[in-house]
């Protein structure tokens, strides 16, 4: 009994031995120079932090993934870590956890993200995914040790290879209501169902806009910038404006008379566009939320009754797409109504 325990015990050593010895073969230094926060005098010291071992590993990839906004750098960033278990290693380290905070840009020129993505993508036989498309994806690489141009040295992934778990499952898959459908898996044959599910009234005055508005959404003309995207959104809402000139002297006359008012009136040849911003920028909960606000905007146009004056929906997706960059973190609203409290420019209208 006695030599069991001396037994054990020297194993124990021997593995933590190992294990500082792997910690040092593994470990490196960089030179950290700063200036002292109270005068002139620069601080030399060594930063110390140690590389992934060297070998194969496998990866799990669920949640590998999360965004955020940073409010003290004003930005998206984006932290990307995924547990690694080494699969063949002569030593006692059995995994390792990789986690890196990038930029937006950083993330989209990253070769180790793009290989993961391309490769997920060729996999499961989609051009677009989401978070959820990575559950139960796995992949294996190698870690290697290299060194950059200044001589330092780094570790990286490489020869990514991604497959998925597969688990028989004996339930029917859900079918899901077209509302709570991913904006990539609409088409065409979704059309009678969104107007019927969001009792949109087509034959209305202006039903026909309604209807080609629920279609462009169906056909995905509508770009993702405007409405799916954190630091993007829709730049205004626009109307077409003509108007009988022995009725009416100018645009103004007939922005006068609107309870919302218009930030922007454009001003082609024999008509007129006005463009109602929102006073807050906001990000929408969804695809759906952005569909109800178009429709709703043009349920206001047409209670809008003015003689001499044709005011009509303007199908801004056949036009060069014109989305904004939101440069701060904004809110996520849901239920947004065309109003004046929303919509409505208070200053005068910029021409």
């Not at 024999?270 to 759906?288: A, L, S």
């Amino acid at each position: 009994m006695m030599n069991k325990k001396i037994v054990e015990k020297d194993r124990l050593k021997e593995i933590l031995r190992r294990i500082e010895e792997i910690h040092k073969q593994n470990s490196i230094e960089k030179l950290n120079i700063n200036l002292d926060a109270c005068g002139s005098n620069i601080i030399f010291s060594k930063k110390t932090s140690t590389l992934f071992q060297e070998g194969k590993v496998e990866i799990q990839l669920d949640l590998w993934i999360q965004g955020r906004y940073n409010k003290i750098k004003n930005q998206l960033e984006y932290n990307v870590s995924f547990p690694m278990k080494y699969l063949s290693s002569e030593t006692v380290i059995a995994g390792a956890f990789y986690d890196k905070i990038y930029s937006s840009k950083e993330l989209e020129s990253d070769l180790l993200i793009n290989e993961i993505v391309d490769k997920t993508m060729k996999l499961l036989n989609k051009k677009e995914l989401d978070l959820s498309d990575f559950n139960g994806v796995r992949a294996t690489a190698e870690v290697i040790h290299c060194k950059d141009e200044h001589g330092n040295k780094y570790s990286k992934l490489i020869n990514i290879d991604v497959y998925k778990n597969e688990y028989k499952s004996y339930s029917e898959p859900i079918k899901k209501n077209v509302l709570e459908k991913k904006y990539s898996e609409l088409d065409e044959s979704d059309e009678d169902e969104i107007i019927k599910e969001l009792n949109i009234n087509i034959n209305s005055p202006m039903g026909a806009s309604k209807k080609s508005i629920v279609n462009s959404f169906c056909n995905k003309y509508i770009w993702e910038e405007y409405f799916m995207y954190r630091g993007y959104s829709f730049a205004c809402i626009e109307a077409n404006v003509e108007y009988d000139y022995s009725k009416i002297d100018t645009i103004e006359d007939v922005i006068e008379m609107l309870d919302i008012k218009p930030k922007y009136v454009e001003c082609p040849p024999d008509y007129y566009i006005m463009q109602f911003c929102p006073n807050e920028r906001f990000h929408f909960k969804n695809w759906v939320e952005y569909l109800k606000l178009l429709i709703n905007f043009v349920d206001y146009l047409e209670t809008i009754s003015i003689d001499g004056v044709d005011i009509s929906f303007r199908e801004f997706w056949h036009d060069t797409p014109e989305f904004i960059e939101i440069d701060k973190e904004a809110k996520v609203l849901e239920n947004i109504k065309f109003d004046k409290e929303n919509f409505s420019f208070n200053g005068s209208t910029h021409f």
